[in-house]
Each structure stands twice: as C-alpha cells, then as structure tokens.
C-alpha cells in the first residue's frame, strides 16, 4: 500500500464546506445560515455512522454519547450572519424582547444535544460539548475515551465542528495574526493563520460492544493528555512546558515511547507563537518523526481542527503507523491523541500521567481578580480560588485539573462582539473582546489565578452539565489522569439572555474531588 | 483638538479598553513606558491600543510593527496620532 501523506489524506477525507450529502440529512438546517454549524455535523456524524455500520435503529439498542468540540457552542451563528444580525437576534435589538420559541430554539442550539435529539437518543444520554478554544476537538475525543474506559458508554459519537463565521475572522484580524493567503504552517515566512469549516467525527465504541455487533476493531485512541500553561489568555507559555506534558500525558497512557511515533498531525496555525513552542517542543520530543501539518489546505476550523486532524490522524495510522496529534488554544489549553493499532504492543502504565513537578500552592484568599477578565471570568476566577482551599496537601500542581461546566459560557461578551461589528463592520474590533468569547477565557484566568496546572476542560451543555463535569472528574482521579480537580458550573445573566431565558439565575458552584 | 486634549482622551480610552480600574489620567506620565515597568501592559493591550488608534483617532496603522516605538509612550502615541493628522490632506 501506498504511504499515505498529510496531502493525501486531506485530499481523501477533508470535503470543503461539505456541499453535496452523502447520506440522508435532514433538510432542516439545509440552506439556513444560523444552522450552518449544525449542518456541517450532521453530514460528517451521518457519515460515520455509515462507515461503522451503524443505523440510528441500532443506535438505540445501546448506550451512546455525544461528545463534540465547538468554539462557542454554537452561539456565534446564531447572532450574526456575515455582517447582519441574525433575526432572532435583530428582533431583540429592536424591542428588546425575543419571542418565546425563539428562546426555546437557542436552548436547543448546543451541537452535542442537537445530535443526540436528533437520533432520537434518550433524554439522558450524555451530550455535552466542549468548549476548550481550538484544542476542543482533540479534547472531546479525550473525554469520549474516558466514557468508553470508565463504562458509561458503549458508544461515543466523538469529534467537533465549526462553520466560518464573521466573529473569529474580525478577531483574528484584529489581534493581526490573520493570513487572507493560505496559511503556511512552519515556514519561516509565516504571518498568521487562514480560518476554514468543517466537522469531523469519529466513532469511539467498547471491545464488548465490537464483539456483539461481529465487528473487528482495527484502530484505537491510545492516549490523551491535556495540561494547561496557567501563563496568559491568547499566547503560549514560550518554555512550552504545557504542551509538553500534555504530549508526556497522552505517550504514558498509551504505552508507547516517543520513538514509536511514526508521524505527528501537529496543531500548525502559522501564528509565530504558536508554530515556534510547537516547533521546539516537537522537534525535542520526535527528533525522528515526519510532521505533517494540515492547516494550509483545510484552513484553521477552530474547535473542529483538533477531530479533523484526528480523522487524519486515524487515516494515517491505517498503514500501521502510531500517529500523535497535538492542540493549543487560546487560555492555554493544550492537548494530545495518540491513535494507531489496537494490538500495538504496549507497555502498561505506571504511575501517574504527567511528571509530576513543583507542589500546588493555594491562592491567597481575596486576591484581587486580574484585570482584563471579563464578568463571566470574574465569577469563575472567584469560584475556583474559593474551592481550591479545600486542595489537599503535597499534591504537584501539574496534577491539579479544573473541569468548568456552564450552559451559556460568555455569551455577553459574544453579544458585545457582536454588537462592535454592528456598530461600525468597517473599522476593526476590540482584540481584547474577541479573546474573552471563547468559554474557556474563564477557565484560563481561574487556572492562572489559582495556580493549576494539570488537565483543564470547559464543559457546555444546556442539561446535566454540572453532573456530567462531576463525573468526569471523578473518571480522572480513579484512572490517575489528575491527583485533585476543581469541578463546578459558572453562569451568568445577561440582557439578552433573560429575553431568551427568563428564569435563569447567575450559578456559581464549585467543589473539589481528590484522590484518597 | 490641541495636543493635551488629545493625550487626556487616549488616556481614558486606554484607561477604559484595558480596564486599567485603578489608574486615573493623571497618574498616567506621559513620558512613562507603557510595558514594562510602567504601566505593565502586555502584547494583547498593544493590539488593543493598535484599535484604539484606528476606531477613535482614524489613523492607518499598517506600518505600525510588533515592539515598535510609537508604544514607547503617551507622549510617543500622541505624535504618531499628531503625525497621521497633518498628513491628512
């Protein structure tokens, strides 16, 4: 068989903005721009369901999850269309009331619950997005590995998506690290990254499930890490040291060492930061392995890159090779996946994922909250560092995590990007704004603030999010991917928000599960 | 608009955009560093003020490079500010 190259595979298995379906897709979000992201996912999950040979008939004959990556859950179309307000939102703009079925609509905008309703799974099968920035995708594979290892799946529909929208192309412009040409990961002439769409899905589903339906697995996620810089909002910690130990992470569960990998799909924006720490940490760990960048021909899909490199990732590791894919975002996220053979000789874990270094230090309570933090950042920062006096001792802060859980994340500062480029679409928008619109600016000002350095998530989801934080957390401390995690949920009420909700109430909970 | 005016209105815009709480106009000297020692503020507050510049005072900022010296100060933004003004035709 041919080898396979990053060319290749994109060619193979990337479909730019997915114009023709495949299979049968609901004519719902056909044509309808503030569902474009739903309906880039809806072909790429119909797909694969196809390729595993699975019906949404057989689907309910098990337990299945949803697990998706997405930069804003979906709020971003659902505000503006290009330049224009969608209707929902320009009706509020006008009387400052939304309609009742309007709201009922925006609830049910979170892609994971989206798919799950829309294969008519249970009310209570898990269904949450991840909202990590850009690493999302990677991490949402990672936490559906995590449901299939501690049984409470037998199936995950794992990956992410993300339709192009006006809100990121301004940011990114406006924090000058846009490329109108497409982008060139790596080279020394690079000047910024070129955004794409798209959505990608893989199918995650037990040995026992496997053996009962009579199918052979070939492939499997054989590690995830994910570790945080605790280091700034948009750039990377320059030693790289959070995405080395979310690499060391991912090596460790797995069982394999670095010389077994035999190609890496890095993360390769074309920023100068990002592909620089990434340039370093990689070439240190992988003197030897190709590294196949991807961005340049799919463009940067924001949370969907992290599963559509995995995809990739996957696709090269057919032929037998041991694939490592890596992440970074924005507030420090940094992630992991090894994918390859599921009878690759491994050596069993011991110990603890990430080495473990300098012990965790408790943030002085009533620290005044850092300056650029947004509302929604401020009540997480607060939360966080109240809950991390309960961290017990002698533990190593790279093996403190933070699960952060919310159903609406920083929408208000969504609708006050938005309203930016309303104002005036000609002339550039805040920076600083645009870098608080991600969910997880939150989360990286709590880790910052309170000094965690270990696996940090920001959960979406409308139902159970707070349990479904918990659990996983829990899942992390009993396979030993953390020694203690800060978990808990952060809302906050917003103008809009109380048109589309009125009963909503600013939540700000949190706790901590720990080792015994 | 005379050139005091001016540095009192980048003041408080950067006073505003960068939630700089506990800094008034008149704390800021004109001659301090912004980054730094002074005002500590970081690359994600220089693009800020790159847009500051562009929304509020209508300069053309393309030839504006990372660690240029027009963010050396106060002083330093209100002559690139003066500067884009008199070529205006």
Same mark, same amino acid.
């Given at each position: 068989?041919?080898?396979?190259?990053?060319?290749?595979?994109?060619?193979?298995?990337?479909?730019?903005?997915?114009?023709?379906?495949?299979?049968?897709?609901?004519?719902?979000?056909?044509?309808?721009?503030?569902?474009?992201?739903?309906?880039?996912?809806?072909?790429?999950?119909?797909?694969?369901?196809?390729?595993?040979?699975?019906?949404?008939?057989?689907?309910?004959?098990?337990?299945?999850?949803?697990?998706?990556?997405?930069?804003?859950?979906?709020?971003?179309?659902?505000?503006?269309?290009?330049?224009?307000?969608?209707?929902?939102?320009?009706?509020?703009?006008?009387?400052?009331?939304?309609?009742?079925?309007?709201?009922?609509?925006?609830?049910?905008?979170?892609?994971?619950?989206?798919?799950?309703?829309? %294969?008519? $799974?249970? @009310?209570? !099968?898990?269904?949450?997005?991840?909202?990590? /920035?850009? +690493?999302?995708?990677?991490?949402? &594979?990672?936490?559906?590995?995590?449901?299939?290892?501690?049984?409470?799946?037998?199936?995950?529909?794992?990956?992410?998506?993300?339709?192009?929208?006006?809100?990121?192309?301004?940011?990114?412009?406006?924090?000058?690290?846009?490329?109108?040409?497409?982008?060139?990961?790596?080279?020394?002439?690079?000047?910024? %990254?070129? $955004?794409? @769409?798209? !959505?990608?899905?893989?199918?995650?589903?037990? /040995?026992? +499930?496997?053996?009962?339906?009579? &199918?052979?697995?070939?492939?499997?996620?054989?590690?995830?890490?994910?570790?945080?810089?605790?280091?700034?909002?948009?750039?990377?910690?320059?030693?790289?040291?959070?995405?080395?130990?979310?690499?060391?992470?991912?090596?460790?569960?797995?069982?394999?060492?670095?010389?077994?990998?035999?190609?890496?799909?890095?993360?390769?924006?074309?920023?100068?930061?990002?592909?620089?720490?990434?340039?370093?940490?990689?070439?240190?760990?992988?003197?030897?392995?190709?590294?196949?960048?991807?961005?340049?021909?799919?463009?940067?899909?924001?949370?969907?890159?992290?599963?559509?490199?995995?995809?990739?990732?996957?696709?090269?590791?057919?032929?037998?090779?041991?694939?490592?894919?890596?992440?970074?975002?924005?507030?420090?996220?940094?992630?992991?996946?090894?994918?390859?053979?599921?009878?690759?000789?491994?050596?069993?874990?011991?110990?603890?994922?990430?080495?473990?270094?300098?012990?965790?230090?408790?943030?002085?309570?009533?620290?005044?909250?850092?300056?650029?933090?947004?509302?929604?950042?401020?009540?997480?920062?607060?939360?966080?560092?109240?809950?991390?006096?309960?961290?017990?001792?002698?533990?190593?802060?790279?093996?403190?995590?933070?699960?952060?859980?919310?159903?609406?994340?920083?929408?208000?500062?969504?609708?006050?990007?938005?309203?930016?480029?309303?104002?005036?679409?000609?002339?550039?928008?805040?920076?600083?704004?645009?870098?608080?619109?991600?969910?997880?600016?939150?989360?990286?000002?709590?880790?910052?603030?309170?000094?965690?350095?270990?696996?940090?998530?920001?959960?979406?989801?409308?139902?159970?999010?707070?349990?479904?934080?918990?659990?996983?957390?829990?899942?992390?401390?009993?396979?030993?991917?953390?020694?203690?995690?800060?978990?808990?949920?952060?809302?906050?009420?917003?103008?809009?928000?109380?048109?589309?909700?009125?009963?909503?109430?600013?939540?700000?909970?949190?706790?901590?599960?720990?080792?015994? | 608009?005379?050139?005091?005016?001016?540095?009192?209105?980048?003041?408080?815009?950067?006073?505003?955009?960068?939630?700089?709480?506990?800094?008034?106009?008149?704390?800021?000297?004109?001659?301090?560093?912004?980054?730094?020692?002074?005002?500590?503020?970081?690359?994600?507050?220089?693009?800020?003020?790159?847009?500051?510049?562009?929304?509020?005072?209508?300069?053309?900022?393309?030839?504006?490079?990372?660690?240029?010296?027009?963010?050396?100060?106060?002083?330093?933004?209100?002559?690139?500010?003066?500067?884009?003004?008199?070529?205006?035709?």
């Amino acid at each position: 068989m041919a080898k396979l190259t990053a060319d290749s595979v994109v060619r193979t298995f990337f479909h730019p903005a997915w114009t023709k379906p495949v299979f049968s897709v609901s004519g719902e979000t056909e044509n309808r721009p503030d569902l474009r992201t739903l309906h880039l996912l809806a072909q790429a999950v119909d797909r694969a369901l196809a390729q595993a040979g699975l019906s949404p008939g057989a689907l309910r004959t098990m337990h299945v999850g949803v697990c998706l990556g997405t930069t804003v859950g979906c709020q971003f179309c659902t505000v503006l269309n290009d330049l224009r307000p969608t209707p929902a939102y320009g009706r509020f703009l006008e009387t400052g009331t939304a309609d009742p079925q309007e709201g009922a609509d925006f609830l049910s905008r979170n892609p994971a619950e989206w798919i799950a309703h829309w %294969l008519g $799974l249970p @009310e209570d !099968a898990p269904a949450v997005c991840v909202t990590n /920035a850009c +690493s999302s995708g990677s991490d949402a &594979i990672g936490v559906a590995s995590f449901w299939i290892r501690n049984g409470c799946c037998d199936l995950v529909i794992a990956g992410g998506c993300d339709s192009l929208s006006a809100i990121p192309y301004s940011g990114f412009s406006a924090l000058g690290v846009y490329s109108d040409d497409p982008c060139k990961p790596f080279a020394e002439d690079r000047d910024g %990254l070129t $955004l794409g @769409e798209g !959505a990608g899905i893989l199918i995650l589903e037990t /040995a026992e +499930s496997l053996r009962v339906r009579g &199918i052979s697995r070939s492939l499997a996620v054989l590690g995830y890490g994910s570790n945080c810089d605790a280091y700034h909002l948009t750039a990377p910690d320059p030693s790289g040291d959070g995405l080395r130990r979310a690499v060391l992470s991912a090596l460790t569960e797995a069982g394999v060492s670095p010389s077994q990998i035999t190609a890496i799909n890095p993360h390769g924006t074309a920023t100068r930061d990002n592909d620089a720490v990434e340039q370093q940490v990689l070439g240190e760990l992988f003197p030897a392995s190709r590294i196949l960048p991807t961005k340049d021909k799919t463009g940067h899909t924001l949370g969907a890159a992290g599963a559509i490199e995995a995809v990739f990732a996957a696709e090269l590791a057919r032929d037998g090779g041991t694939v490592l894919s890596t992440s970074l975002a924005f507030g420090g996220s940094n992630a992991a996946l090894v994918i390859g053979s599921a009878d690759l000789p491994r050596t069993p874990r011991t110990g603890g994922y990430a080495p473990a270094d300098t012990p965790y230090e408790k943030p002085t309570p009533g620290k005044a909250t850092p300056r650029r933090a947004s509302g929604f950042a401020k009540l997480a920062v607060e939360g966080v560092c109240q809950a991390a006096q309960e961290i017990p001792e002698g533990i190593a802060r790279t093996r403190v995590g933070l699960i952060l859980a919310t159903s609406f994340g920083a929408h208000r500062e969504t609708f006050a990007f938005a309203d930016e480029l309303l104002e005036a679409p000609e002339l550039p928008p805040s920076p600083l704004r645009f870098s608080h619109t991600v969910h997880n600016a939150a989360a990286a000002y709590a880790t910052i603030a309170a000094g965690i350095h270990g696996p940090c998530l920001t959960l979406c989801a409308f139902r159970n999010v707070r349990e479904r934080a918990e659990e996983l957390a829990r899942c992390w401390i009993d396979n030993g991917f953390a020694d203690a995690v800060v978990v808990g949920q952060v809302d906050e009420v917003s103008s809009p928000l109380v048109c589309f909700v009125p009963t909503l109430e600013n939540v700000v909970q949190f706790a901590v599960i720990a080792r015994r | 608009m005379n050139r005091d005016e001016l540095k009192r209105q980048l003041k408080e815009f950067i006073i505003e955009r960068l939630s700089l709480e506990s800094v008034t106009p008149e704390s800021i000297d004109d001659d301090a560093p912004l980054f730094g020692d002074g005002l500590q503020l970081d690359s994600l507050d220089a693009v800020e003020i790159i847009v500051i510049l562009q929304r509020k005072f209508h300069c053309d900022v393309k030839q504006i490079k990372k660690g240029s010296e027009i963010f050396r100060s106060i002083n330093a933004l209100a002559d690139f500010i003066e500067s884009q003004q008199h070529s205006e035709p």
